[in-house]
């Protein structure tokens, strides 16, 4: 599904600021696969995922999704197959257009774009349909301004359109770092929910030890650039945050205080 083999990138490069930030990056993920990724604050957890969608190009080496080379693809070339959620709930959705107006945005991406009015009955009734499946009531309130929601309501409705295409990956940046415990529970949840119901291949970068844990088949430790440690789905299973922060510790990384959280 996803290949990366011996990626590098460097910011600033030949200048003081020179910054190795992925060095020789190899990983695959499998059809299904969910893998989430953790590390310390500069590891390369954010620069992995905007190479893979193609925000930033490479210095050298291979990006492949379904056999194809995509590295020297531009983002919007990549879009169709690529779905991103970010930290920020304002990043990915218009606040001001209605929720029904959103989904049909996210819609068209993967379907053939018509003259004809955004929202028909039938598309509206699956619109509604979906929303409903996500419990926060969000169904009855598609004429509402998505600007009105909160946080967690808005990374919800990201969730949601970012599976409407079925992309072969789903990107997902903290998308539960910018929101308040509660919310993140919830939001962690929905994001179970929907990766399990549409069988999307998904990478997850998080701060938290124990979500990452939590969600997911494998887990992925970074380090200054690299892939440290990979636990597959049986060490993954029986893997506690004693034991990653363990890893940390062997692997002479200096911990960030949002690292210990969770």
Same mark, same amino acid.
Do not use: Y
């Given at each position: 599904?996803?290949?990366?083999?011996?990626?590098?990138?460097?910011?600033?490069?030949?200048?003081?600021?020179?910054?190795?930030?992925?060095?020789?990056?190899?990983?695959?993920?499998?059809?299904?696969?969910?893998?989430?990724?953790?590390?310390?604050?500069?590891?390369?957890?954010?620069?992995?995922?905007?190479?893979?969608?193609?925000?930033?190009?490479?210095?050298?080496?291979?990006?492949?999704?379904?056999?194809?080379?995509?590295?020297?693809?531009?983002?919007?070339?990549?879009?169709?197959?690529?779905?991103?959620?970010?930290?920020?709930?304002?990043?990915?959705?218009?606040?001001?257009?209605?929720?029904?107006?959103?989904?049909?945005?996210?819609?068209?991406?993967?379907?053939?774009?018509?003259?004809?009015?955004?929202?028909?009955?039938?598309?509206?009734?699956?619109?509604?349909?979906?929303?409903?499946?996500?419990?926060?009531?969000?169904?009855?309130?598609?004429?509402?301004?998505?600007?009105?929601?909160?946080?967690?309501?808005?990374?919800?409705?990201?969730?949601? #359109?970012?599976?409407?295409?079925?992309?072969?990956?789903?990107?997902?940046?903290?998308?539960?770092?910018?929101?308040?415990?509660?919310?993140?529970?919830?939001?962690?949840?929905?994001?179970?929910?929907?990766?399990?119901?549409?069988?999307?291949?998904?990478? #997850?970068?998080?701060?938290?030890?124990?979500?990452?844990?939590?969600?997911?088949?494998?887990?992925?430790? #970074?380090?200054?650039?690299?892939?440290?440690?990979?636990?597959?789905?049986?060490?993954?299973?029986?893997?506690?945050?004693?034991?990653?922060?363990?890893?940390?510790?062997?692997?002479?990384?200096?911990?960030?205080?949002?690292?210990?959280?969770?």
């Amino acid at each position: 599904m996803l290949r990366l083999s011996d990626v590098h990138k460097t910011f600033f490069p030949g200048t003081v600021n020179q910054r190795l930030a992925l060095n020789g990056v190899d990983l695959s993920l499998d059809e299904g696969d969910f893998v989430t990724v953790i590390g310390s604050n500069g590891a390369g957890k954010s620069t992995l995922l905007n190479v893979i969608a193609g925000s930033l190009g490479i210095d050298s080496g291979v990006i492949a999704i379904r056999g194809r080379s995509v590295a020297k693809l531009a983002e919007h070339k990549r879009a169709a197959g690529i779905a991103r959620v970010f930290q920020d709930p304002q990043a990915g959705t218009c606040p001001h257009l209605t929720i029904e107006e959103n989904l049909a945005v996210a819609w068209s991406r993967g379907h053939r774009r018509w003259l004809r009015p955004g929202v028909g009955r039938v598309r509206r009734q699956h619109f509604h349909d979906q929303l409903a499946t996500l419990g926060l009531g969000l169904e009855r309130r598609m004429k509402h301004r998505v600007g009105l929601l909160s946080g967690g309501q808005r990374q919800a409705l990201s969730l949601l #359109m970012a599976s409407f295409t079925r992309p072969d990956i789903l990107l997902l940046d903290e998308h539960t770092a910018a929101l308040d415990p509660e919310r993140a529970e919830l939001v962690l949840s929905l994001t179970q929910q929907v990766v399990a119901e549409s069988g999307l291949t998904a990478l #997850m970068v998080t701060h938290n030890m124990d979500h990452a844990l939590r969600l997911g088949n494998r887990l992925l430790m #970074m380090h200054e650039g690299r892939i440290m440690h990979q636990l597959g789905p049986q060490d993954k299973s029986r893997a506690t945050v004693d034991d990653l922060l363990g890893l940390f510790v062997s692997s002479k990384v200096a911990l960030s205080d949002r690292s210990l959280l969770g």
